[in-house]
């Protein structure tokens, strides 16, 4: 049973500092595309960050700089590092996983609905 769970929100003043995790199991997550999208407050669900199994890594212009995406495959765990936050950041954050390279995308990034698997996700709420 394929299983992605978040954790690591809060809530936290502008210019602060978190680091998202999601701990996956039940599949073969070395070998996975894995995302980050988040959703705020009346908006769409939105890219943020992508890693591939090479670890390549592709960002949405709005975090560039600031946030970091990694996976760490011997803990089964993908991590979001968010540095410089702003109230706009403020949203539920999920991560999304897939065996297929992403055949969809919008904005630069590969869209929601490459990834197969979510996790329920986490929130961060940045004040000013």
């Known amino acids: 049973q394929v299983q992605l769970v978040e954790s690591g929100g809060g809530s936290v003043q502008a210019g602060g500092s978190l680091r998202l995790s999601c701990a996956v199991s039940g599949f073969t997550y070395s070998s996975y595309y894995m995302a980050w999208f988040r959703q705020g407050p009346g908006k769409e669900r939105e890219g943020v960050a992508t890693i591939d199994r090479y670890h390549t890594t592709n960002y949405a212009d709005s975090v560039k700089g600031r946030f970091t995406i990694s996976r760490d495959n011997d803990k089964n765990t993908l991590y979001l590092h968010m540095n410089g936050l702003r109230p706009e950041d403020t949203a539920m954050y999920h991560c999304?996983?897939?065996?297929?390279?992403?055949?969809?995308?919008?904005?630069?990034?590969?869209?929601?609905?490459?990834?197969?698997?979510w996790g329920q996700g986490t929130q961060v709420t940045v004040s000013s």
């Open positions: 999304a996983a897939d065996s297929r390279p992403p055949q969809y995308f919008s904005g630069g990034l590969p869209a929601a609905r490459a990834y197969n698997y």
